[in-house]
T-cell receptor, first 112, second 115 residues
Framework: AQSVTQPDIHITVSEGASLELRCNYS??????LFWYVQSPGQGLQLLLK??????LVQGIKGFEAEFKRSQSSFNLRKPSVHWSDAAEYFC??????????FGSGTQLTVLP | DVKVTQSSRYLVKRTGEKVFLECVQD?????MFWYRQDPGLGLRLIYF???????EKGDIPEGYSVSREKKERFSLILESASTNQTSMYLC??????????????FGPGTRLTVL
């Protein structure tokens, strides 16, 4: 069965600082990987996805993520965080059954 | 833009009531999903459907049922609501084939409180 681990429950960064959110997955074959963001009281918005090809993928709002097969990781990065990035971030993996398995989420706080 | 709408943003019901949560998508997606979201647990799949009249159990189907009579509409039913079903419910949809397969688009969610 597939699974996703987001080891950081809560991360706090200052505005303008760089950000890295960690995601580790477990899946037997090449996975499809996703990052979603959820603003307070809202549904989930897709930030980016990896299906195949270039292991560094670019997403919306200046985010990028790198797929590292050897480490079973798909970490999300942003070089300079804005106050509007404060939200909860979810990593997800999709296997052969077309279902998504989500991590438990990382809450991001941005200090002025 | 993909649009997934849910019938209510907030809902308050009493224990034992029958509750209907409605979800409609306008992108002709074949697949539709219902999740519940609880703090520290992320999103957990309740039921999903790959076609009209078709449904499959997810990871936590107990206490829930679903209905999909039309392609664009997927309903979640709580036959007899209980307090442990107080949660945020999220609906999602996706294509079955093509370059966007497996990319799920989410509605805004329904926050259900069962008293």
């Amino acid at each position: 069965a597939q699974s996703v681990t987001q080891p950081d429950i809560h991360i706090t960064v200052s505005e303008g600082a760089s950000l890295e959110l960690r995601c580790n997955y477990s899946y037997g074959a090449t996975p499809y990987l996703f990052w979603y963001v959820q603003s307070p009281g809202q549904g989930l918005q897709l930030l980016l996805k990896y299906f195949s090809g270039d292991t560094l993928v670019q997403g919306i709002k200046g985010f990028e993520a790198e797929f590292k097969r050897s480490q079973s990781s798909f970490n999300l990065r942003k070089p300079s965080v804005h106050w509007s990035d404060a939200a909860e971030y979810f990593c997800a993996v999709s296997g052969s059954a077309r279902q998504l398995t989500f991590g438990s989420g990382t809450q991001l706080t941005v200090l002025p | 833009d993909v649009k997934v709408t849910q019938s209510s943003r907030y809902l308050v019901k009493r224990t034992g009531e029958k509750v209907f949560l409605e979800c409609v998508q306008d992108m002709d997606h074949e697949n539709m999903f219902w999740y519940r979201q609880d703090p520290g647990l992320g999103l957990r799949l309740i039921y999903f459907s790959y076609d009209v009249k078709m449904k499959e159990k997810g990871d936590i189907p107990e206490g829930y049922s679903v209905s999909r009579e039309k392609k664009e509409r997927f309903s979640l039913i709580l036959e007899s609501a209980s307090t442990n079903q107080t949660s945020m419910y999220l609906c999602a949809s996706s294509f079955s084939s093509g370059p966007s397969t497996d990319t799920q688009y989410f509605g805004p969610g329904t926050r259900l409180t069962v008293l």
